[in-house]
């Protein structure tokens, strides 16, 4: 698996580096600007990049927009964002459109390495992976529309969801069955008017519902 990191703090960019090589995964680049991660990955073609959200120059959203352009010019290159905060808006508009293979975390999750290689390896999979800290605070936030009408265990279920986590990780964090699991999942589908027609892609859809209010 290659890998290309992007961070302007040289302390975190080479533990990073190091991370990612202790596990097997090949770090092709490891740049401190945004417009050097594009310039790296149209060099590399890595499998997988891990960006921080604000780069230099301006240290505002350089890092998303160049995780946006990575997306729309390299779809098969898995994205995972980094942040000091929570930044809605950001992850908002990084899972706008094909959510395959994106993910955002908070830097201090790089502390519990096995919880960051766990939400990496999630995404250059094709999954998602959202901090549990950004899950909590988009549901308190999003109080209006089909998501009052879920139940306190079925907020719990979708929170879940959007970390990423499949049934049976879900069942084993809240010690039930797969199946009251399932049961849930496919009630929130259906408070959500989600459509079995969706298929697995109701998931991230479900996700979505609390990032934009499209329902």
Avoid: C
């Avoid at 921080?52 to 010019?73: C, H, K, N, S, Y």
């Avoid at 098969?76 to 930044?87: I, K, R």
């Avoid at 990084?94 to 766990?118: H, I, M, P, Q, S």
């Amino acid at each position: 698996m290659r890998a290309v990191i992007a961070e302007d703090s040289v302390l975190l960019r080479v533990g990073l580096v190091k991370v990612l090589e202790a596990v097997g995964y090949e770090v092709v680049a490891a740049v401190g600007e945004a417009e050097a991660l594009l310039a790296a990955v149209a060099e590399h073609s890595p499998d997988v990049v891990v960006t921080d959200v604000r780069m230099p120059p301006g240290f505002t959203d350089e890092g998303v927009r160049a995780a946006l352009m990575i997306r729309q010019q390299w779809p098969a290159v898995a994205v995972l964002l980094l942040s000091q905060y929570v930044e809605e808006r950001y992850a908002a508009d990084l899972l706008v459109g094909d959510t395959r293979g994106v993910g955002y975390l908070l830097k201090e999750r790089v502390a519990n390495v096995d919880d960051f290689l766990d939400a990496l390896e999630r995404v250059a999979a094709g999954g998602t992976a959202l901090d549990p800290e950004v899950v909590s605070q988009l549901l308190l936030r999003r109080q209006s529309g089909p998501l009052d009408s879920l139940t306190p265990r079925e907020r719990e279920v979708l929170s879940l969801m959007a970390e990423g986590r499949s049934n049976a990780a879900i069942a084993q964090f809240l010690v039930v069955s797969e199946s009251a699991v399932a049961k849930h999942i496919n009630n929130i589908f259906m408070k959500l008017a989600l459509s079995p027609t969706e298929g697995e892609h109701r998931r991230v859809m479900a996700v979505l519902r609390f990032l934009d209010q499209r329902s």
